[in-house]
């Protein structure tokens, strides 16, 4: 494996719920030889109509997906088992394993995690919303390539949700669905 892989992907909104506010979100995204995943949304618009949870005390969290919320999923081998990660503008995260497809693995902790907390930090201002996370994952300490799904979902100021991914299957907004997996890294 090289030292780092790297990739810059756009994001596009679920047909069903379009957000007005964002023009786009554009993803980096890389990984390096000792696990590090590191993941930078960055969302052009006006920012102004969004709702961007405030920071807060960094600590892991459920239900980020109710507001704003940028999401990474990493399929942790070969076979259905992926790792969900959240990361919310807020500093709150959260990260869930799975057995398979929207079956929670029976470890309350993900074996793909170190046990680290992610690093987020956010920037913003009338036109872009940042935020940058990283993590460290077990997983990712080898060099076979893994799948990811990169997703967020975005609150406009009245509430409103919208659901961004790099591909979405055909229905609903499901960001769990193995057609979701599209990046290879």
Known sequence: MSPILHRSLALSPHPSAPAEAVRGIEVSVARDPNGLLALKYTVEGDVRLLSIPAARQARRADELWRHTCFEAFVATGAGAAYLELNFS??????????SGYRERAARAQAECASGEV??????RDDRTATLEAS????????AAPRRLAIAAVIEQAGGQLSYWALCHPCGKPDFHHPEGFALQI
């Open 89 to 98: 503008p807020s500093g709150e995260w959260a990260s869930y394993a799975f």
């Open 118 to 123: 992610p690093s987020i930090t956010t920037m």
């Open 135 to 142: 993590i460290a994952l077990e997983c990712l300490r080898s």
